[in-house]
């Protein structure tokens, strides 16, 4: 690299420091004093190119996606196995987190009461949830099935709680079977989809709040809470609506 030239300020000495420099650069490309000269002077009248348009902004993407009741049936479709369908089916219909699934332990189902312990994260109310006839049928039918002691109501293959990231695998493989939108291939649309669903069979935002666990329906911090004897009403009313999907346990061979 060349050395920097450090200009002196002298009075008449700015013209010949940058003639100096204009011969130097003429010498380096092989051209003449004058011959580079003229090109300088070409290049500065030139008219400047226009900028390119800066790119439109993004659209921000969806910050809830959720699954249509025929997109439901479409994933469920796909699922046979026991275990997963009614995995992906108790996250559907209590809106359960991936994180939240390995906190289930099989003593929280309790078939004679049809009442369901729900754990939650991120500052989620926990509590007891009613399980619909379709809920408790596919669990019924898992846990028939199963052979081992453990306490994990899903257990993964090595005796542990499934794990957030294996949920995640399975959905996606499950939703790209079903052909669903790149988008929606991932688990936590369970979540928005029964909170959704649940709006369009006419429950209230208090219960949807109950029912997935918030503490609040805005930041205002407001909680309504739902009477068991609303939870009954609503779990029957659910279990007739034509809103709510309905992921049926598969006929045994």
């Known amino acids: ?3 920097v030239l450090s200009f002196r300020t002298g009075r008449g000495m700015a013209r010949e420091q940058l003639l100096a420099l204009a011969q130097r650069q003429a010498r380096m490309q092989g051209k003449s004093l004058l011959q580079y000269l003229r090109e300088l002077q070409a290049e500065a009248a030139r008219p400047s190119e226009p900028r390119p348009p800066r790119a439109t902004a993004q659209l921000p993407r969806e910050k809830y996606v959720y699954l249509t009741k ?5 994933l469920f479709a796909q699922i046979t196995d026991l275990r997963d369908r009614a995995l992906f089916g108790t996250m559907y219909y209590f809106g359960l987190r991936a994180s ?10 309790n078939f004679r009461t049809r009442r369901i312990y729900i754990p939650r994260l991120k500052g989620g109310i926990a509590g007891e949830k009613v399980m619909t006839a379709d809920c408790r049928q596919l669990l019924q039918n ?3 099935s199963r052979r081992d002691t453990l306490p994990y ?6 005796s542990r709680p499934i794990s957030r990231k294996r949920i995640d695998a399975l959905f996606r493989r ?33 219960y949807v709040q109950d029912h997935l666990g918030h503490k609040s329906i805005q930041s205002t911090g407001v ?12 779990a029957y009313q659910l279990e007739l609506s034509q809103e709510v999907a309905k992921i049926r346990p598969l006929r045994r061979r």
């Open 100 to 109: 939240e699934v390995g906190l289930l332990l099989r003593e929280y189902v």
């Open 142 to 144: 898992y846990l028939q």
């Open 70 to 74: 025929r997109e439901v049936d479409l």
């Open 153 to 158: 109501l899903f257990p993964s293959r090595n």
């Open 174 to 206: 499950y939703a790209t079977q079903a052909g669903l939108p790149p988008h929606k291939r991932h688990s936590h649309c369970l979540r928005h989809s029964i909170a959704t669903h649940l709006l369009d069979a006419g429950q209230s935002l208090e």
């Open 223 to 234: 909680y309504a809470r739902i009477s068991d004897a609303k939870r009954e009403r609503v």
């Open 1 to 3: 690299m060349g050395k």
